[in-house]
């Protein structure tokens, strides 16, 4: 641990040459030697900014030598089943009536095929759920896919049908 400063050299720092070497000199109490009293008082009045200084040169010099840890990045190939994607676009309550749905069909994160959104107007439980067993039907005859994955609600204004009566509806309001 370095030594404290000398508290004599730290008073000295505030006068000008000529003064700490009449207050410091032979005329005074008698500490001042030219040389090394020149240099103390340049080092305690730039103490601050030179151990800055240092300290900044010795973070960028370990910053140099140590090495960067880099950890090893590979993926693996993984066989994911293919599965359907049921997407219900209808309103935020629970019983909000249905107003289209659509199906995709996903490996991995290739998209195999998509089912047109089809609108549920008019439709019946009923008459939705025997329409999703056809799909699903012709899902697992194509794809091995024996059920949905959990539904994906959606907006009806997100609605994909370009004659969807629910868009001519908005546009109205829009404009």
């Keep these: 641990m370095p030594l404290p400063p000398n508290p004599i050299c730290l008073q000295c720092i505030d006068y000008s040459r000529r003064e700490a070497k009449r207050v410091h000199g032979p005329q005074g109490d008698g500490c001042w030697t030219d040389n090394r009293c020149d240099r103390k008082r340049h080092h305690y009045r730039h103490r601050k900014e030179s151990n800055a200084k240092r300290r900044g040169e010795y973070a960028n010099q370990k910053a140099i030598t140590t090495p960067a840890k880099t950890t090893e ?45 089809v609108h549920c107007m008019g439709m019946t439980n009923t008459q ?3 329409y999703l067993k056809e799909v699903l039907q012709v899902l697992r005859e194509r794809y091995g896919i024996t059920e949905f ?21 908005l546009h109205v309001q829009t404009a």
């Design 73 to 117: 990045t590979f993926s693996i190939p993984v066989q994911a089943p293919p599965v359907a994607l049921l997407y219900l676009y209808k309103e935020k309550p629970k019983d909000a009536h249905l107003h289209a749905l659509a199906v995709s069909v996903w490996q991995g994160s290739e998209k195999l095929a998509e089912i047109e959104t």
């Design 128 to 130: 939705v759920n025997r």
């Design 149 to 169: 994955e959990p539904p994906i609600r959606m907006e009806p204004s997100e609605c994909e049908i370009s004659d969807c009566p629910l868009k001519d509806k």
